[in-house]
């Protein structure tokens, strides 16, 4: 069993930052590549970012104020989000890949709001 579990989603005013953080437990191997998905109300699941051994890749809405790293070894990821707007509101999922498929965390909240 591989869990993933996201913390660091928290009410901000816009402008404000916030970091995401995920941490993968329960596997020896590392993801081949790991990222975030978020869902807003009333809205389909949407891409944020994805980061491999060898690239990182954004959607355009994020490009310029949010940040993917990770630490390969430990399988944990960050997501530094910069100048949060109230249309980032949404709940944000991370994931993560290897041969024994693809691991989904159960989601953290972030709330843009004055």
């Known amino acids: 069993q591989v869990d993933l579990v996201e913390s660091g989603g928290d009410l901000v005013q816009p402008g404000g930052s916030l970091r995401l953080s995920c941490f993968a437990s329960?596997?020896?191997?590392?993801?081949?590549?790991m990222g975030w998905y978020r869902q807003a109300p009333g809205k389909q699941r949407e891409f944020v970012a994805r980061?491999?051994?060898?690239?990182?890749e954004y959607a355009e809405p994020v490009k310029g104020r949010f940040t993917i790293s990770r630490d390969i070894d430990k399988n944990e990821m960050t997501l530094q989000m910069n100048s949060l707007r109230p249309e980032d509101t949404a709940v944000y999922y991370c994931?993560?890949?290897?041969?024994?498929?693809?691991?989904w965390g159960q989601g953290t909240q972030v709330t843009v709001s004055a």
């Open positions: 994931f993560g890949n290897n041969d024994g498929g693809i691991f």
């Open positions: 329960g596997t020896i191997l590392r993801f081949y590549s």
């Open positions: 980061i491999d051994t060898r690239r990182t």
